[in-house]
């Protein structure tokens, strides 16, 4: 395995927003960062390409934001939102794919990812971004156990039961 990229995209703001990239190939990751350089995001990027390197990158590099390609050779977008849901519940997840496979687009959805980006479409990366940021920002108000208990509400538990 390759070491992770990490790349500084000047921008207009002061802030960087972290990236965390899960794309198993080194062409997509720099079509993406080149688009995310013309948009004049601010960003720190880095890309994963395994299982391992990503549970460990939610932990060390703290991402703003994951993006992730549907399907890599081991790993695919599901198991890594599920990942992400478990560890950093309030960190938006945008899916950057090569193509839409049958009904994945709204099963992704349903699951809780935050957006599908095409990647003949990376125009609208940038925007994705800063609404999935915007749309999750107040989640990062909350305690660990108010997070925990809309998770549970989501699931249909009932407030007896949480409580």
Known sequence: ?????????????????????????RVDADLIARELARSEMQVVLERVDSEASFIAA??????DVVLSDHALAQ?????ALETLRAVCPATPFIIVT????????????RAGADDVVLKMHLGSLAASISHALAMRRPLRALSAR???VLKLVAEGFRTRDIA
């Open 75 to 79: 790993f695919d977008s599901q198991a």
């Open 1 to 25: 395995m390759e070491k992770p990229i990490v790349r500084i995209v000047p921008g207009p703001t002061n802030k960087a927003v972290r990236i965390l990239l899960l794309e198993d190939s």
């Open 58 to 63: 939610l932990d060390s590099f703290a991402p």
């Open 146 to 148: 108010q997070i925990e």
């Open 98 to 109: 090569g193509a839409q496979v049958g009904g994945m687009t709204s099963a992704s959805i």
